[in-house]
């Protein structure tokens, strides 16, 4: 059974920095892209970020090109964003999933098949 746990969530000031993890309990971690979500209030959930199984391939949404950064520890079982500049609109509950793939790696062209609980990011103004 596969397990994400999302932790590193929590309140911030505008401008300000946090990094998110995901331990993911994955036989085979190297086989799966890894992305993460997030969910507003009111809205629907939206991608942040997906990287590859090796790291070697990113994609953001254009909403945090420049300010996040999306890595993977593959020796740890753990995927990370870093961050940085936050802005009120970024207050969200961030989660993240992961998905198995063969090939190479695209987004959104292969689908996320587990998801974890989520953890919460406020950021005030």
């Known amino acids: 059974q596969v397990q994400l746990v999302e932790s590193g969530g929590g309140l911030v000031q505008a401008g300000g920095s946090l990094r998110l993890s995901c331990a993911a309990s994955?036989?085979?971690?190297?086989?799966?892209?890894m992305g993460w979500f997030r969910q507003a209030p009111g809205k629907e959930r939206e991608f942040v970020a997906a990287?590859?199984?090796?790291?070697?391939?990113?994609y953001y949404a254009d909403s945090v090109k420049g300010r996040f950064t999306i890595s993977r520890d593959s020796a740890k079982n753990t995927m990370y964003l870093q961050m940085n500049s936050l802005q009120p609109e970024d207050t969200a509950v961030y989660y993240c999933?992961?998905?198995?793939?063969?090939?190479?790696?695209?987004?959104?062209?292969?689908?996320?098949?587990?998801w974890g609980q989520g953890t919460q990011v406020t950021v005030s103004s």
């Open positions: 999933a992961a998905g198995y793939y063969s090939g190479t790696y695209s987004y959104p062209g292969h689908p996320f098949d587990y």
């Open positions: 994955l036989r085979t971690f190297r086989s799966y892209a």
């Open positions: 990287i590859s199984w090796t790291g070697s391939i990113t």
